[in-house]
Each structure stands twice: as structure tokens, then as C-alpha cells.
């Protein structure tokens, strides 16, 4: 069992910038797929990116490549996802995932929710003038 908390949600201008935490408890000494998934409104949870906690490779989904990042610190057991350059089509509630191997580390890019087995709660993202 994983379980996951988010925190690091706000509201900003648009161009701004918020760094989203996800800290991992429980089962943590495996690596995971990790990934960011986000829901706005009245429209399906879509994946924003993924990573596997045991390799430095990163996938993003088309609409936040080159503005998000998402990294991992293996030590403290936290996911994050800095956030650059929002745009008022990014505010939505941010979920943390999480998925034991075998796993795909690509799933979240491509929004593949399904994949993931754990979790959090979600924090909000708000972006306006």
C-alpha cells in the first residue's frame, strides 16, 4: 500500500510559476511509476506527465512539454511538478499517481489513469488575472 498526498496548489497569474509536492508514505522502498494527472470542471482527468522513480526518464503530454517538469526525490519520497509559464487552460484539480511494477512509465503522458493503482487527494491550480 502507497499512500499520497499533494500539496502546493494555489492560485497565480497567468505566466506564472507553482512547484506541486506529492509526498509518498507506506510501501515506498520500490520504485514506482509515477506520474501527474489533472481535472478541470466538467472534463475527463487527463495525464500530464510520468516518470519511473528508478530512472531519469520523463514523459510529458503534449500541451505541457517544455513548460512542466516532473522529478522525483528518491530520499524524501516526493514527487514534483514545477509548473512555468501557466496558461488559463491549465487550472484544474492535480493528482499524484502511483503504480508498482511491472508498470508503464509512460501511462500518464498519454493519459492512461487506468494504469495507476494509488492515489492522492488532488490540489487545486488556479490561474487567472
Not at 66 to 73: A, E, K, L, V
Amino acid at each position: 500500500q502507497v499512500q499520497l498526498v499533494e500539496s502546493g496548489g494555489g492560485s497565480v497569474q497567468p505566466g506564472g510559476s507553482l512547484r506541486l509536492s506529492c509526498t509518498a508514505s507506506g510501501n515506498t522502498r520500490s520504485n514506482y511509476c509515477m506520474g501527474w494527472f489533472r481535472q478541470a470542471p466538467g472534463k475527463e482527468r487527463e495525464g500530464v506527465a510520468g516518470i519511473y522513480t528508478g530512472s531519469r526518464l520523463t514523459y510529458y503530454a503534449y500541451s505541457v512539454k517544455g513548460r512542466f517538469t516532473i522529478s522525483r526525490d528518491n530520499a524524501q519520497n516526493i514527487l514534483y511538478l514545477q509548473m512555468n509559464s501557466l496558461e488559463p487552460e491549465d487550472p484544474a484539480m492535480y493528482y499524484c499517481a502511483a503504480d508498482p511494477p511491472p508498470c508503464m512509465p509512460t501511462a500518464a503522458a498519454h493519459g492512461a489513469r487506468h494504469e495507476y493503482r494509488y492515489w492522492g487527494q488532488g490540489t487545486q491550480v488556479t490561474v487567472s488575472s
